[in-house]
Nanobody, 123 residues
Framework: QVQLVESGGGSVRAGERLRLSCAASGRAFTTYTMGWFRQAPGKEREFLVA????????YYENSANQRFAASRDNAQNTVYLQMNKLKPEDTAEYYC????????????????WGQGTQVTVSS
């Protein structure tokens, strides 16, 4: 299995950039597809982007915001979410997650989850 710890959240102004990190522990990290999700108060969990085991492919669904880009550094056991041109509506708690299967935006299929990190964007 894998344990996930996020960092990089905080409060920023609209238009700024923010990079979230998800540090993973576990020998099998490189076998996991990684995904990023967010959830705002009173709203459903939203899939953002997934990245495959090697980092060579990413996956977005139709409603995904491509201002957000995923990458991974398997040598450092870390996955990143680069968020550009942030807007107040991006305010949410952001989660990274891992699954043993392939690329997916279906949150119940992800087996392991980070603790979440809050991102607040002010106008």
């Amino acid at each position: 299995q894998v344990q996930l710890v996020e960092s990089g959240g905080g409060s920023v102004r609209a238009g700024e950039r923010l990079r979230l990190s998800c540090a993973a522990s576990g020998r099998a990290f490189t076998t996991y597809t990684m995904g990023w999700f967010r959830q705002a108060p009173g709203k459903e969990r939203e899939f953002l982007v997934a990245i495959d085991t090697s980092g060579s492919r990413t996956y977005y669904e139709n409603s995904a915001n491509q201002r957000f880009a995923a990458s991974r550094d398997n040598a450092q056991n870390t996955v990143y979410l680069q968020m550009n041109k942030l807007k107040p509506e991006d305010t949410a708690e952001y989660y990274c997650a891992a699954r043993g299967g392939g690329l997916s935006g279906n949150w119940p299929s992800y087996e392991y989850w980070g603790q979440g990190t809050q991102v607040t964007v002010s106008s």
